[in-house]
Every structure is written in structure tokens, then in C-alpha cells.
């Protein structure tokens, strides 16, 4: 679902059919420190590492669910998703994150580029030179808030919305020609994307990472361009190869449909349908044996006719379940037959997605809200009832140690 431009005057532009609390929380607030060298986590054993085994993510030798949501960005007065090395608020951060301790949310979905106004830092040719000084002072914050909080995070680098062609998109021909430019993708990959993953390889909470949100709309969408397809998995397999070169972290992509991470759907459904990120996929763009992906997270809304998570299991939906599958993005809600867009008249409560994904085999589910809770898909209120429900029931799922 297109849920990431919101217009400056405060309206989201939608696009959907093209497109615990612990037992004892730590309340501390974190400021903004004035040092930009990597954050040293006080917790110096690798116990809290995720590790993958099989079709499942595990955490000290024991199983964890990911009880999740997506943080997606900071609620700004300019409605902008840009945040990091902008005007980034260690405040409201820190009280976010005591809403997730609170309402048993172990993992947060953060975006970081967002429309890639701020990071990363470009010259005028295009070429990625790095990052700013107040972006890396900004993640290091985050990273202290998340694992003060002991709340696992997410980063997302890219998404869709940094290639479209819209006057609040300062660099899209850019971000563009990363996309169809091995040579300016390595320069990202060289300037900004191996710095950041070396600088947070010690971070247990740093979970893993998502190389882009829904980047099937950089092929199907004319306002993305479009782009080509073929050049687009590239630059998933490159920095996927990148990431897993200098981290041990799993790493992702989060795709817009099921279609598009499972050969049981054909062309019938759309251009391209079927598996674009196999190992097999991404290595035949980029000739690496590190260009592949650790788990899948598709994402699932009311408006997608191919089943659900909730009726359908991790075997039925996707080729095979031999890589954990985390639904990184669900309606922020109970789903009804009121529910905009609910194409196939889904009857589903988010207390019995959360719960039913785990029993259906997937790793973990994030609800979706935007900051504002304003697009329609998804409020805190929602996912805090799935999130505490699935608690309730799995409490050992959501804090194994």
C-alpha cells in the first residue's frame, strides 16, 4: 500500500489499488549526545543477537516472536518523514518507545532516509559522500533509547517514495539513477551503507535490516518512472551482498504483496509476479553468493485478494516456509466489513491476527500507523490490542530471556 507521501498540508496520498510491559520498564530519558563515534552498548554479551534457525528467529538459544509495529517516522509540524540529522526529538522518541514497554511491543519498524531529503548526503553528480555528523548523532540516540528500552528495531533505508517524481522529493533523479547506475549505487553502498551497518554490528537491538519498503513501485508506477525491473532487484541484491559482507544482522525487503515473494502466484495477478527475491533471483542480477535475503516480509492489507496470514499458513502462501516471515506491515486494526478498501470482505480483529500468524507459522507481525494516525490504516490504540492480547497468551514469544 502507498501510505509514505504525505503532502505538506497534512493530507496522505494514497495509492492502494496500484500500488509489556517487562517487569521492570526503564523510564529513563536519553538526550542527544554531542559525540558522533559509535554507540557502545553497556550489555557486552551476544545473547540478545537475533539468530535465525529455520523458520524462525531466536534470541539466547530461545524462540521470540516479534511482537511488532511500525514506528515509521516522527510526528513533525511539516508532515514530512525526513527526521534523522533534521530535527530529530530524542523526547518524543523516548516516549514512544515507553508506549511499546507498556503495550508489550518487542520489535519497531523505523524508516530512515524516508523521502531522502537529509540522509543520504549527495553531491551535485549524484555520488552518495556519506552521512551528516547530527544524522549519526541521531541514530546513535535511537539506538541508546531502543536499548535502554530493550525494544528491538528495524531500520528500513529506503523506500519507494525517494524515486518519485514530486516537488517534496528533492533528490528523486537521483535516487534514480542510484537505481540504474552500479557505480552510484556503490557509492552508496561504500559511503553510507557499510559505515552505518559497522557502526551498529555490536547492537543486539539493532535486529536486522530492511533494504527497502515496497520497492515493487519503482516498476509499477509511472510517477517512480517507471524503472526497470531487473535494474531494481539489482540494487536489492547489491546492498544485500553489502550488508551481509559486514555484518552478521539478517537482513530483508519489505514488499507491497505476497505476490511478490511467492511463485504460487503468476503473471495472472501482475507484471512480475512470483518470487523477485530467491536466492536465485537476486544472484541472477548480481553474480554474489551474499546477494540473498535471510526471511521475507511481505506486507498485508484488506485491499489484497490473495488470502490473509490469518487464513492462510506459511506453506500454503509462499513457495516453502524455509526462511522465517515476518508480516512487516497489517492494517492497524480490527478489520470489518466498514473497513475502507476491504476487497475480499475480510472479518478479521487484531487480537486474532497477531495470534493466528504465530499459529499459521510466521515470525512476527507489525501493525501500521503513521505518526499523525490520519491515513486510515491503523491507529497505537489498534495494535496495542493485538500486541497486548498476543502477550497475554505468549509472554515467553515475546521476552524469551
Same mark, same amino acid.
Given at each position: 500500500?502507498?501510505?509514505?507521501?504525505?503532502?505538506?498540508?497534512?493530507?496522505?496520498?494514497?495509492? !492502494?489499488?496500484?500500488?509489556?510491559?517487562?517487569?521492570?520498564?526503564?523510564? !529513563?530519558?536519553?538526550?542527544?549526545?554531542?559525540?558522533?563515534?559509535?554507540?557502545?552498548?553497556?550489555?557486552?554479551?551476544?545473547?540478545?543477537?537475533?539468530?535465525?534457525?529455520?523458520?524462525?528467529?531466536?534470541?539466547?538459544?530461545?524462540?521470540?516472536?516479534?511482537?511488532?509495529?511500525?514506528?515509521?517516522?516522527?510526528?513533525?509540524?511539516?508532515?514530512?518523514?525526513?527526521?534523522?540529522?533534521?530535527?530529530?526529538?530524542?523526547?518524543?522518541?523516548?516516549?514512544?518507545?515507553?508506549?511499546?514497554?507498556?503495550?508489550?511491543?518487542?520489535?519497531?519498524?523505523?524508516?530512515?532516509?524516508?523521502?531522502?531529503?537529509?540522509?543520504?548526503?549527495?553531491?551535485?553528480?549524484?555520488?552518495?559522500?556519506?552521512?551528516?555528523?547530527?544524522?549519526?548523532?541521531?541514530?546513535?540516540?535511537?539506538?541508546?533509547?531502543?536499548?535502554?528500552?530493550?525494544?528491538?528495531?528495524?531500520?528500513?533505508?529506503?523506500?519507494?517514495?525517494?524515486?518519485?517524481?514530486?516537488?517534496?522529493?528533492?533528490?528523486?533523479?537521483?535516487?534514480?539513477?542510484?537505481?540504474?547506475?552500479?557505480?552510484?549505487?556503490?557509492?552508496?553502498?561504500?559511503?553510507?551503507? !557499510?559505515?552505518?551497518?559497522?557502526?551498529?554490528?555490536?547492537?543486539?537491538?539493532?535486529?536486522?535490516?530492511?533494504?527497502?519498503?515496497?520497492?515493487?513501485?519503482?516498476?509499477?508506477?509511472?510517477?517512480?518512472?517507471?524503472?526497470?525491473?531487473?535494474?531494481?532487484?539489482?540494487? !536489492?541484491?547489491?546492498?544485500?551482498?553489502?550488508?551481509?559482507?559486514?555484518?552478521?544482522?539478517?537482513?530483508?525487503?519489505?514488499?507491497?504483496?505476497?505476490?511478490?515473494?511467492?511463485?504460487?502466484?503468476?503473471?495472472?495477478?501482475?507484471?512480475?509476479?512470483?518470487?523477485?527475491?530467491?536466492?536465485?533471483?537476486?544472484?541472477?542480477?548480481?553474480?554474489?553468493?551474499?546477494?540473498?535475503?535471510?526471511?521475507?516480509?511481505?506486507?498485508?492489507?484488506?485491499?489484497?485478494?490473495?488470502?490473509?496470514?490469518?487464513?492462510?499458513?506459511?506453506?500454503?502462501?509462499?513457495?516453502?516456509?524455509?526462511?522465517?516471515?515476518?508480516?512487516?506491515?497489517?492494517?492497524?486494526?480490527?478489520?470489518?466489513?466498514?473497513?475502507?478498501?476491504?476487497?475480499?470482505?475480510?472479518?478479521?480483529?487484531?487480537?486474532?491476527?497477531?495470534?493466528?500468524?504465530?499459529?499459521?507459522?510466521?515470525?512476527?507481525?507489525?501493525?501500521?500507523?503513521?505518526?499523525?494516525?490520519?491515513?486510515?490504516?491503523?491507529?497505537?490504540?489498534?495494535?496495542?490490542?493485538?500486541?497486548?492480547?498476543?502477550?497475554?497468551?505468549?509472554?515467553?514469544?515475546?521476552?524469551?530471556?
Amino acid at each position: 500500500m502507498r501510505k509514505n507521501f504525505i503532502a505538506l498540508s497534512g493530507i496522505l496520498m494514497l495509492s !492502494v489499488a496500484t500500488g509489556c510491559k517487562k517487569s521492570s520498564p526503564n523510564t !529513563v530519558s536519553i538526550g542527544t549526545p554531542v559525540t558522533t563515534t559509535p554507540v557502545t552498548t553497556p550489555v557486552t554479551t551476544t545473547s540478545l543477537n537475533i539468530t535465525i534457525a529455520g523458520s524462525k528467529f531466536n534470541t539466547g538459544g530461545k524462540e521470540i516472536f516479534f511482537n511488532g509495529i511500525n514506528s515509521a517516522w516522527q510526528k513533525q509540524s511539516d508532515y514530512s518523514l525526513d527526521f534523522l540529522g533534521k530535527n530529530y526529538d530524542a523526547t518524543a522518541w523516548n516516549t514512544e518507545f515507553q508506549k511499546y514497554v507498556d503495550n508489550h511491543i518487542n520489535l519497531a519498524r523505523i524508516w530512515i532516509h524516508g523521502r531522502g531529503n537529509s540522509s543520504p548526503s549527495l553531491n551535485a553528480d549524484g555520488i552518495t559522500t556519506g552521512a551528516s555528523d547530527q544524522f549519526w548523532a541521531d541514530m546513535d540516540n535511537l539506538v541508546k533509547i531502543a536499548t535502554a528500552k530493550k525494544v528491538y528495531i528495524i531500520p528500513t533505508f529506503w523506500s519507494f517514495g525517494m524515486v518519485i517524481n514530486d516537488a517534496t522529493v528533492t533528490n528523486y533523479t537521483k535516487y534514480r539513477d542510484m537505481i540504474n547506475d552500479v557505480t552510484k549505487l556503490q557509492s552508496y553502498i561504500n559511503n553510507f551503507l !557499510v559505515p552505518f551497518v559497522k557502526r551498529y554490528a555490536n547492537e543486539p537491538y539493532v535486529m536486522g535490516y530492511d533494504i527497502c519498503n515496497e520497492p515493487e513501485h519503482m516498476w509499477r508506477d509511472a510517477n517512480c518512472g517507471p524503472l526497470n525491473h531487473d535494474n531494481v532487484v539489482r540494487f !536489492v541484491a547489491y546492498t544485500a551482498a553489502a550488508i551481509h559482507q559486514n555484518t552478521t544482522k539478517p537482513v530483508t525487503v519489505g514488499s507491497m504483496w505476497i505476490i511478490y515473494d511467492s511463485n504460487r502466484f503468476g503473471s495472472g495477478w501482475a507484471a512480475y509476479a512470483g518470487n523477485n527475491y530467491s536466492n536465485a533471483a537476486l544472484q541472477a542480477q548480481y553474480n554474489n553468493s551474499a546477494a540473498y535475503l535471510d526471511f521475507y516480509s511481505p506486507h498485508w492489507y484488506q485491499w489484497q485478494t490473495s488470502d490473509s496470514p490469518v487464513s492462510k499458513t506459511v506453506a500454503n502462501w509462499l513457495d516453502n516456509a524455509d526462511k522465517p516471515v515476518l508480516i512487516e506491515e497489517t492494517y492497524g486494526g480490527d478489520v470489518t466489513a466498514a473497513t475502507q478498501g476491504n476487497a475480499a470482505n475480510y472479518n478479521i480483529t487484531m487480537a486474532d491476527f497477531y495470534k493466528t500468524s504465530y499459529t499459521n507459522g510466521y515470525a512476527g507481525v507489525c501493525g501500521w500507523k503513521n505518526p499523525w494516525e490520519n491515513d486510515g490504516y491503523g491507529t497505537f490504540n489498534g495494535i496495542a490490542t493485538g500486541t497486548n492480547a498476543f502477550y497475554a497468551l505468549y509472554p515467553k514469544l515475546v521476552y524469551p530471556q
